[in-house]
């Protein structure tokens, strides 16, 4: 299957610093990325999805303003976490979307785990 | 709205036995259709994907089909205590956006 990469795979951070997690597609372009987050045995919940050189699409609840999204090539995009808090802290996982060779399917990165002190 | 069902569980299988696990979707128009499978603290892994009805197998899994019944299965064959995690449903309407169920976490007991 196709690779995605995800850095930093874990990040501590002070409340009100900023945080940027970059999602990378190594082996396809990626026209859409997906972010998510996962709270501790919950669901996946779609945050935002983004694509390749518009704005992205936040979903309901999701205030664009503190979670930036990056999409400026086809195989990166970044989430950028702004005056994080602590109830910002969570699982943060990115997607990517291959469309070649007849498949679309989703691909995830390993996951970011956010912890805001 | 569009929904897609799993029972959360757990469901538990012996070791060696088949572990059958279920979705439903409520889009009578959804084309794709896929299963992942998420270890604790882990991303989820694509595990099989599915168009067509009927049965589509892969190694020790086989995922089944039934667009009339709007359901999708997967069954997974001698199973393994490595195979004990949540397994994700997930479908796509007409648009690219994959609607996800909860998850149905599975135990595998030696």
């Known amino acids: 299957g196709a690779v995605v990469s995800q850095h930093p795979s874990r990040v501590i951070c002070k409340s009100g610093t900023s945080v940027k997690i970059e999602c990378r597609s190594l082996d396809f372009q990626a026209t859409t990325m997906f972010w998510y987050r996962q709270f501790p045995k919950k669901s996946l919940m779609l945050m935002a999805t983004s694509n390749e050189g518009s704005k992205a699409t936040y979903e309901q609840g999701v205030e664009k303003d503190k979670f930036l999204i990056n999409h400026a090539s086809l195989t990166l995009s970044t989430l950028t976490v702004t005056s994080a808090h602590p109830e910002d802290s969570s699982f943060y996982i990115c997607?990517?979307?291959?469309?070649?060779?007849?498949?679309?399917?989703?691909?995830f990165g390993p996951g970011t785990r956010l912890t805001v002190l | 709205q569009k929904e897609v069902e799993q029972n959360s569980g757990p469901l538990s299988v012996p070791e060696g036995a088949i572990a059958s696990l279920n979705c439903t979707y409520s889009d009578r128009g959804s084309q794709s259709f896929f299963w992942y499978r998420q270890y604790s603290g882990k991303s989820p892994e694509l595990i099989m994907f599915?168009?067509s009805n009927g049965d589509k197998e892969d190694g020790r899994f086989t995922a089944q089909l039934n667009k009339a019944s709007q359901y999708v299965s997967l069954l997974i064959r001698d199973s393994q205590p490595s195979d004990s995690a949540t397994y994700l449903c997930a479908v796509r309407p007409s648009n690219y956006q994959l609607i996800w169920g909860a998850g149905t976490k599975l135990i595998i007991k030696p």
């Open positions: 599915i168009y």
């Open positions: 997607s990517a979307r291959d469309g070649s060779g007849g498949q679309d399917t989703q691909y």
